[in-house]
């Protein structure tokens, strides 16, 4: 499948293989997240879960970021007359809405980080069900030196994926992790070479897409449902998915090709 851009202001999408990839455009401020990237991403991501050719969703940014997080810079104005803004309210209106769709929609969700993911834009990434990252890639979650606290999921999410020693490490002494730390500690899937990251994490998440999406669907869905409940729910669960998988198209495409002894060709049905 050919592949089609469309361009915003301050966000490229890209529809090829089955996959759509999403990129923060605005280099010059590290992909800083203002109030209209932030509504694009959202409207994005909206489309991309609801699109059903789309089997894959990439995030990734433009330049030598992946994304440094709240623009601060949108709240000059209130700093500066001594007022505080409320930030509360683009959690809920904005960064909520995004790191649910990540969660939570039924296709898998990657973030492509090509260089420094810091404060929300780690966030973000820790959001995906896959990060794939750039040998010049780090993660700082930058909270602290504003005296606030991790927020877009990260309490949740960062446990969950290092453990809460290294997760209070990281909040409490905001420490950055690069890219082979960040491999060992669980936190990102794989590492490529910077000069070929691109490439690469690209064809990474177009073989994803090329996957059975039914069944990737209902694996997110078990194991990220499986960390709240317990043994008997989790087979439940299991076994009701099961009967569900093996009645799709491609789990006979599956299983015919491995007796055929061929690659599968999944059509996501």
């Known amino acids: 499948m050919s592949a089609a851009e469309t361009t915003g202001e301050s966000l490229r999408v890209r529809h090829?293989?089955?996959?759509?990839?999403?990129?923060?455009?605005?280099?010059?401020?590290?992909?800083?997240?203002?109030?209209?990237?932030?509504?694009?991403?959202?409207a994005?991501?909206?489309?991309?879960?609801?699109?059903?050719?789309?089997?894959?969703?990439?995030?990734?940014?433009?330049?030598?970021?992946?994304?440094?997080?709240?623009d601060l810079r949108?709240?000059?104005?209130?700093?500066?007359s001594g007022r505080a803004p409320e930030l509360g309210e683009t959690l809920e209106r904005h960064?909520?809405?995004?790191?649910?769709?990540?969660?939570?929609?039924p296709k898998p969700t990657v973030a492509m980080?090509?260089?420094?993911?810091?404060?929300?834009?780690?966030?973000?990434a820790l959001a995906c069900d896959l990060r794939l990252a750039s040998s010049a890639a780090s993660f700082k979650l930058a909270f602290s030196g504003v005296?606030?606290?991790?927020?877009?999921?990260?309490?949740?999410?960062?446990?969950?994926?290092?453990?809460?020693?290294?997760?209070?490490?990281?909040?409490?002494?905001?420490?950055a992790v690069k890219a082979e730390e960040a491999l060992a500690l669980g936190l990102v899937s794989r590492v490529f070479p910077a000069e070929e990251f691109e490439r690469l994490a690209a064809g990474t998440v177009s073989a994803i897409a090329a996957g059975p999406t039914l069944a990737h669907a209902s694996a997110k869905a078990l194991l990220r449902a499986g960390l709240q409940t317990d043994l008997a729910g989790a087979l439940d669960a299991e076994a009701a998915a099961q009967r569900a998988a093996g009645q799709t198209k491609d789990h006979l495409e599956g299983v015919t090709?491995?007796?055929?002894?061929?690659?599968?060709?999944?059509?996501?049905?």
């Open 16 to 42: 090829e293989g089955g996959a759509a990839f999403l990129a923060i455009d605005r280099p010059d401020a590290l992909n800083a997240l203002d109030w209209a990237t932030k509504q694009a991403l959202l």
């Open 44 to 70: 994005a991501l909206r489309d991309a879960a609801a699109d059903e050719t789309v089997r894959a969703v990439a995030i990734t940014g433009r330049g030598r970021a992946f994304c440094v997080g709240e």
């Open 74 to 80: 949108e709240l000059r104005g209130a700093y500066q």
């Open 95 to 105: 960064y909520g809405p995004i790191v649910r769709l990540l969660a939570e929609m």
């Open 113 to 124: 980080v090509n260089g420094v993911a810091a404060g929300a834009g780690a966030s973000l």
């Open 147 to 175: 005296g606030l606290v991790p927020d877009a999921g990260a309490t949740w999410n960062l446990p969950r994926l290092v453990g809460l020693s290294s997760a209070l490490r990281m909040a409490l002494l905001d420490d």
């Open 257 to 269: 090709a491995f007796v055929e002894k061929r690659a599968p060709r999944f059509q996501g049905a």
